[in-house]
T-cell receptor, first 114, second 115 residues
Framework: DAGVIQSPRHEVTEMGQEVTLRCKPI?????LFWYRQTMMRGLELLIY????????DSGMPEDRFSAKMPNASFSTLKIQPSEPRDSAVYFC????????????FGPGTRLLVL | AQKVTQAQTEISVVEKEDVTLDCVYETRDTTYYLFWYKQPPSGELVFLIR??????QNEISGRYSWNFQKSTSSFNFTITASQVVDSAVYFC????????????FGDGTTLTVKP
Protein backbone atom coordinates (compact mmCIF):
# COMPACT_ATOMS: atom_id res chain seq x y z
CA ASP A 1 0.00 0.00 0.00
CA ALA A 2 1.28 3.47 -0.83
CA GLY A 3 2.51 5.63 1.99
CA VAL A 4 1.82 9.30 2.49
CA ILE A 5 2.42 11.19 -0.72
CA GLN A 6 3.59 14.78 -0.81
CA SER A 7 4.17 17.13 -3.68
CA PRO A 8 6.22 18.88 -4.72
CA ARG A 9 9.31 17.36 -3.14
CA HIS A 10 11.26 20.55 -3.65
CA GLU A 11 10.05 24.10 -4.14
CA VAL A 12 12.07 27.22 -4.72
CA THR A 13 10.17 30.47 -4.87
CA GLU A 14 10.64 34.16 -4.39
CA MET A 15 9.47 36.17 -1.45
CA GLY A 16 5.88 37.29 -1.86
CA GLN A 17 4.81 34.37 -4.02
CA GLU A 18 2.08 31.94 -3.08
CA VAL A 19 3.17 28.42 -2.25
CA THR A 20 0.88 25.40 -2.14
CA LEU A 21 1.99 22.12 -0.67
CA ARG A 22 -0.05 18.98 -1.25
CA CYS A 23 -0.57 15.79 0.67
CA LYS A 24 -2.36 12.52 0.07
CA PRO A 25 -2.69 10.52 3.30
CA ILE A 26 -2.66 6.77 3.56
CA UNK A 27 -6.01 5.38 2.48
CA UNK A 28 -8.26 4.70 5.45
CA UNK A 29 -6.43 7.01 7.83
CA UNK A 30 -8.66 9.41 9.74
CA UNK A 31 -6.16 11.99 10.93
CA LEU A 32 -3.79 14.20 9.00
CA PHE A 33 -1.00 16.37 10.34
CA TRP A 34 1.16 19.12 8.91
CA TYR A 35 4.59 19.68 10.47
CA ARG A 36 7.43 22.06 9.79
CA GLN A 37 11.03 21.16 10.50
CA THR A 38 13.87 23.64 10.81
CA MET A 39 17.28 23.47 12.41
CA MET A 40 16.39 26.20 14.86
CA ARG A 41 12.95 25.02 15.98
CA GLY A 42 13.01 21.32 15.29
CA LEU A 43 9.76 19.56 14.39
CA GLU A 44 6.68 21.72 14.93
CA LEU A 45 3.08 20.67 14.52
CA LEU A 46 1.25 23.28 12.47
CA ILE A 47 -2.26 21.86 12.23
CA TYR A 48 -4.09 18.58 12.32
CA UNK A 49 -7.38 17.26 10.99
CA UNK A 50 -9.65 14.50 12.20
CA UNK A 51 -12.09 13.20 9.60
CA UNK A 52 -11.31 16.20 7.37
CA UNK A 53 -12.13 18.71 10.11
CA UNK A 54 -9.39 20.99 11.45
CA UNK A 55 -9.05 20.29 15.15
CA UNK A 56 -6.13 22.39 16.26
CA ASP A 57 -4.40 25.07 14.22
CA SER A 58 -2.66 26.76 17.11
CA GLY A 59 0.69 25.88 15.60
CA MET A 60 0.06 27.81 12.41
CA PRO A 61 2.58 30.63 12.63
CA GLU A 62 0.41 33.41 11.26
CA ASP A 63 -2.40 34.31 8.93
CA ARG A 64 -0.19 33.80 5.91
CA PHE A 65 -0.57 30.08 6.49
CA SER A 66 -3.76 28.20 5.74
CA ALA A 67 -4.62 24.53 5.40
CA LYS A 68 -7.57 22.69 3.94
CA MET A 69 -8.73 19.14 3.70
CA PRO A 70 -11.60 19.03 1.21
CA ASN A 71 -11.84 15.23 1.35
CA ALA A 72 -10.31 12.22 3.05
CA SER A 73 -7.62 11.78 0.43
CA PHE A 74 -6.26 15.27 -0.06
CA SER A 75 -4.94 18.21 1.92
CA THR A 76 -3.16 21.43 1.09
CA LEU A 77 -1.00 23.81 3.06
CA LYS A 78 -0.80 27.25 1.54
CA ILE A 79 1.54 30.11 2.33
CA GLN A 80 0.57 33.48 0.94
CA PRO A 81 2.66 35.58 0.74
CA SER A 82 5.77 33.54 1.39
CA GLU A 83 8.77 34.92 3.25
CA PRO A 84 12.37 33.71 3.53
CA ARG A 85 11.79 32.62 7.13
CA ASP A 86 9.25 30.11 5.86
CA SER A 87 12.10 28.10 4.35
CA ALA A 88 11.91 24.66 5.94
CA VAL A 89 10.97 21.07 5.31
CA TYR A 90 7.22 20.57 5.55
CA PHE A 91 6.01 17.11 6.45
CA CYS A 92 2.56 15.66 6.17
CA UNK A 93 1.65 12.66 8.32
CA UNK A 94 -1.43 10.55 8.71
CA UNK A 95 -2.69 8.12 11.29
CA UNK A 96 -5.63 5.83 11.84
CA UNK A 97 -7.67 6.39 14.97
CA UNK A 98 -7.58 2.65 15.48
CA UNK A 99 -3.85 2.54 14.90
CA UNK A 100 -2.57 3.54 18.27
CA UNK A 101 -1.84 7.12 17.26
CA UNK A 102 1.09 6.06 15.09
CA UNK A 103 1.81 8.79 12.60
CA UNK A 104 3.22 7.82 9.23
CA PHE A 105 5.14 10.60 7.56
CA GLY A 106 5.45 11.58 3.95
CA PRO A 107 8.83 12.30 2.37
CA GLY A 108 8.49 16.02 3.01
CA THR A 109 8.59 19.11 0.84
CA ARG A 110 11.78 21.11 1.03
CA LEU A 111 10.80 24.76 0.61
CA LEU A 112 13.26 27.54 -0.09
CA VAL A 113 11.98 31.09 -0.24
CA LEU A 114 14.48 33.52 -1.71
CA ALA B 1 1.61 19.51 29.70
CA GLN B 2 3.80 16.80 28.34
CA LYS B 3 7.47 16.85 27.54
CA VAL B 4 10.03 14.61 25.87
CA THR B 5 13.72 15.04 26.61
CA GLN B 6 16.49 13.56 24.56
CA ALA B 7 19.49 14.80 26.45
CA GLN B 8 22.04 13.45 23.98
CA THR B 9 22.24 15.89 21.12
CA GLU B 10 24.91 13.98 19.23
CA ILE B 11 26.52 10.59 19.62
CA SER B 12 29.40 9.23 17.62
CA VAL B 13 30.43 5.57 17.70
CA VAL B 14 32.57 3.25 15.67
CA GLU B 15 30.91 0.50 13.68
CA LYS B 16 30.03 -2.63 15.69
CA GLU B 17 29.80 -0.72 18.94
CA ASP B 18 26.56 -0.84 20.89
CA VAL B 19 24.85 2.47 21.49
CA THR B 20 21.91 3.55 23.64
CA LEU B 21 19.79 6.59 22.92
CA ASP B 22 18.03 7.99 25.94
CA CYS B 23 14.49 9.31 26.12
CA VAL B 24 12.82 10.67 29.23
CA TYR B 25 9.25 11.87 29.19
CA GLU B 26 6.76 13.72 31.34
CA THR B 27 3.01 13.39 31.15
CA ARG B 28 -0.02 13.62 33.38
CA ASP B 29 -1.94 11.14 31.27
CA THR B 30 -2.38 7.70 32.74
CA THR B 31 -2.48 6.10 29.31
CA TYR B 32 -0.25 7.10 26.48
CA TYR B 33 1.91 5.89 23.63
CA LEU B 34 5.64 6.25 23.14
CA PHE B 35 7.36 6.15 19.78
CA TRP B 36 10.73 6.16 18.13
CA TYR B 37 11.30 7.52 14.64
CA LYS B 38 14.41 7.50 12.49
CA GLN B 39 15.36 10.31 10.12
CA PRO B 40 18.23 9.23 7.86
CA PRO B 41 20.24 11.74 5.82
CA SER B 42 17.72 11.39 3.00
CA GLY B 43 15.26 13.25 5.22
CA GLU B 44 12.19 11.08 5.57
CA LEU B 45 10.83 10.21 9.01
CA VAL B 46 10.54 6.47 9.47
CA PHE B 47 8.40 4.93 12.19
CA LEU B 48 10.34 2.37 14.24
CA ILE B 49 8.23 1.37 17.21
CA ARG B 50 5.17 2.19 19.29
CA UNK B 51 4.80 1.19 22.92
CA UNK B 52 1.58 1.44 24.94
CA UNK B 53 1.96 2.67 28.49
CA UNK B 54 0.24 -0.50 29.68
CA UNK B 55 2.99 -2.67 28.29
CA UNK B 56 6.36 -2.43 29.94
CA GLN B 57 7.80 -5.44 28.20
CA ASN B 58 11.03 -4.76 26.45
CA GLU B 59 11.06 -5.33 22.74
CA ILE B 60 13.75 -6.57 20.41
CA SER B 61 13.75 -6.33 16.66
CA GLY B 62 16.95 -7.54 15.10
CA ARG B 63 19.74 -5.27 16.28
CA TYR B 64 17.26 -2.82 17.81
CA SER B 65 15.88 -3.08 21.32
CA TRP B 66 13.78 -0.81 23.45
CA ASN B 67 13.65 -0.56 27.23
CA PHE B 68 10.51 1.03 28.66
CA GLN B 69 10.57 1.81 32.37
CA LYS B 70 7.52 3.57 33.67
CA SER B 71 9.09 4.02 37.10
CA THR B 72 11.75 6.29 35.64
CA SER B 73 9.63 7.62 32.76
CA SER B 74 12.18 6.44 30.26
CA PHE B 75 11.99 4.74 26.90
CA ASN B 76 15.53 4.05 25.79
CA PHE B 77 16.61 2.67 22.45
CA THR B 78 19.66 0.45 21.99
CA ILE B 79 21.33 -0.45 18.74
CA THR B 80 23.55 -3.49 19.01
CA ALA B 81 26.55 -3.88 16.72
CA SER B 82 25.91 -0.53 15.05
CA GLN B 83 26.38 -0.10 11.33
CA VAL B 84 27.09 2.92 9.16
CA VAL B 85 23.52 2.73 7.85
CA ASP B 86 22.28 3.43 11.37
CA SER B 87 23.59 6.98 11.07
CA ALA B 88 20.54 9.20 11.39
CA VAL B 89 18.64 11.50 13.68
CA TYR B 90 16.44 9.55 16.06
CA PHE B 91 13.32 11.09 17.58
CA CYS B 92 11.42 9.93 20.61
CA UNK B 93 7.75 10.98 20.79
CA UNK B 94 4.85 10.81 23.22
CA UNK B 95 1.13 10.86 22.52
CA UNK B 96 -1.97 10.62 24.70
CA UNK B 97 -3.92 7.47 23.93
CA UNK B 98 -6.87 9.40 22.63
CA UNK B 99 -5.31 12.31 20.78
CA UNK B 100 -2.49 11.96 18.29
CA UNK B 101 -2.77 15.67 17.69
CA UNK B 102 -1.20 16.26 21.04
CA UNK B 103 1.94 14.35 20.19
CA UNK B 104 5.19 15.74 21.50
CA PHE B 105 8.49 15.04 19.83
CA GLY B 106 11.90 15.28 21.42
CA ASP B 107 14.61 17.38 19.82
CA GLY B 108 16.29 14.31 18.39
CA THR B 109 19.65 12.61 18.82
CA THR B 110 22.04 12.63 15.91
CA LEU B 111 23.84 9.32 15.71
CA THR B 112 26.95 9.01 13.61
CA VAL B 113 28.41 5.58 13.08
CA LYS B 114 31.92 5.67 11.69
CA PRO B 115 33.39 2.80 9.72
Amino acid sequence: DAGVIQSPRHEVTEMGQEVTLRCKPISGHNSLFWYRQTMMRGLELLIYFNNNVPIDDSGMPEDRFSAKMPNASFSTLKIQPSEPRDSAVYFCASSALAGGQTQYFGPGTRLLVL
Amino acid sequence: AQKVTQAQTEISVVEKEDVTLDCVYETRDTTYYLFWYKQPPSGELVFLIRRNSFDEQNEISGRYSWNFQKSTSSFNFTITASQVVDSAVYFCALSPNTNAGKSTFGDGTTLTVKP
